[in-house]
T-cell receptor
């Protein structure tokens, strides 16, 4: 089955710096890669996702890149702010043409942005 | 609408007791999922359902049961609770859409301790 590895497990940056979180996946049939942000004690919330027919996607300060050949994808956060501090999870799935997806999650990256 | 609602928010069980974690969504989503999140780890899929009357096992189904008698409700049953089932449980749902992955919407979680 699918296996998703995520690095680093913790990441500390200064406010205004960029942060990059990387994930690798094992199943070449995976075609959907969402990223979730989870604040302490809260629910995971989708922040961005990418499909395998796209190499990069941006949404304001957040971007995700996908390298299908190498089977890895990355989250990039620019101009980090203290409110970006949270745990970030990547996930992968073999999405079906019905919208159904069985997500396999990485183990998370704790991002700390210091003022 | 309320989205995905989980009850209870917290519960302490004794070893061997049983309980049902409730999950309801009011978005008319076809797909529903149950995950567990152990400390410092990602989410692991326990069970999922693609529609009323249809359920299937995820990565870690042992010790759990589910049912889906209506589109809105997807309860998770723990029989003979064990300390290894101490975790935070998240319910999620997503919309059925032809040829497009749809994001999963999560509830606030149920924090369960088994002593």
């Amino acid at each position: 089955g699918e296996n998703v590895e995520q690095h680093p497990s913790t990441l500390s940056v200064q406010e205004g710096d960029s942060a990059v979180i990387k994930c690798t996946y094992s199943d070449s049939a995976s075609n959907y890669f969402p990223w979730y942000k989870q604040e302490l004690g809260k629910r995971p919330q989708l922040i961005i996702d990418i499909r395998s027919n796209v190499g990069e996607k941006k949404d304001q300060r957040i971007a995700v890149t996908l390298n299908k050949t190498a089977k890895h994808f990355s989250l990039h956060i620019t101009e980090t702010q203290p409110e970006d501090s949270a745990v970030y999870f990547c996930a992968a799935s073999k999405g079906e043409n019905t919208g159904f997806q069985k997500l396999v999650f990485g183990t998370g990256t704790r991002l700390l942005v210091s003022p | 609408n309320a989205g995905v609602t989980q009850t209870p928010k917290f519960r302490i069980l004794k070893i061997g007791q049983s309980m049902t974690l409730q999950c309801a969504q009011d978005m008319n989503h076809n797909y529903m999922y149950w995950y567990r999140q152990d400390p410092g780890m990602g989410l692991k899929l326990i069970y999922y359902s693609v529609g009323a009357g249809i359920t299937d096992k995820g990565e870690v189904p042992n010790g759990y049961n589910v049912s889906r008698s209506t589109t809105e409700d997807f309860p998770l049953r723990l029989e003979l609770a064990a300390p290894s089932q101490t975790s935070v449980y998240f319910c999620a749902s997503s919309y059925a859409h032809r040829s497009s992955n749809q994001p999963q919407h999560f509830g606030d979680g149920t924090r369960l301790s088994i002593l």
